[in-house]
């Protein structure tokens, strides 16, 4: 249960922040300006229009199946994803999905994605940190974009590691077998939202369990990506 001393420990660190620096952008640090929690420069960041080459290649549908994560972790989307995880603040989930929906339209209209499903927290985590992220933005991105939205499609059996704690082979064994589908998904394509794409083990499995159940395409968008260059697709 490291992961959950963890979530605790960076809660409360996050709450002292605001205490100790209640009027400074808690992504870049600049002055809030009257903003809360995150600065207009950093919103505006977060909320971007999607750059062209991904525009195009989407509607050419080239990268439309795989896995997109639509900012770098490293900067103010990873922070505005801690104050979401692990300082409860889930407003965050709405600049999020705003800037996560424009590259769902796009896609959909590539792939003709119908039903969206979130990446689950297991049991026990979801217990303890009161709400599913992913669950939280994926509600939004689905509203925004017109597609159903399937918060129960994938149960999570298995209480696994934190997959930061793992590199390759590991990540993947991990996450073998921990997913299963709670609902039909034949003859669909299917997305799915995560909050963060590493190295795509998490997602890949999702994908691999929602193809069981006769999904017929999978795409996995996710609002970051760890190791990602700005404005780059994994
Ligand atoms: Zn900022």
Redo the contacts with the bound molecule.
């Keep these: 249960m490291a992961g959950v001393k963890l979530d605790l420990v960076r809660e409360l660190a996050s709450g002292l922040e605001s205490l100790l620096f209640p009027s400074a952008?808690r992504?870049?640090?600049?002055d809030l300006a009257g903003a809360r929690l995150?600065?207009r420069?950093?919103r505006d960041y977060l909320t971007a229009p999607l750059p062209e080459t991904w525009r195009r290649r989407c509607d050419l549908g080239e990268e439309a199946v795989g896995r997109w994560a639509r900012h770098p972790y490293e900067g103010?989307a990873g922070e505005a994803l801690r104050l979401l995880k692990f300082g409860g603040k889930r407003r965050m989930a709405a600049l999020l999905a705003a800037g996560l929906a424009p590259l769902v339209q796009v896609l959909k209209a590539a792939t003709g994605v119908e039903a969206a499903v979130p990446v689950p927290l297991h049991p026990a985590r979801r217990r303890e940190r009161r709400f599913n992220q992913s669950e939280d933005i994926g509600r939004r991105v689905a509203t925004a974009v017109g597609i159903e939205f399937k918060p129960r499609g994938l149960a999570r059996l298995k209480y696994t590691r934190p997959q930061v704690e793992l590199d390759g082979e590991a990540r993947r064994a991990n996450v073998r077998g921990a997913f299963a589908a709670r609902e039909d998904f034949s003859g669909r394509t299917v997305l799915v939202v995560d909050d963060v794409i590493t190295t795509g083990a998490t997602v890949a499995e999702c994908a691999r369990v929602l193809c069981e159940t006769g999904a017929t395409t999978v795409v996995a968008v996710a609002v970051a990506g760890a190791g990602l260059t700005e404005a780059s697709e994994q």
């Design positions: 952008c992504a870049c640090g600049a995150i600065c420069r950093c103010p």
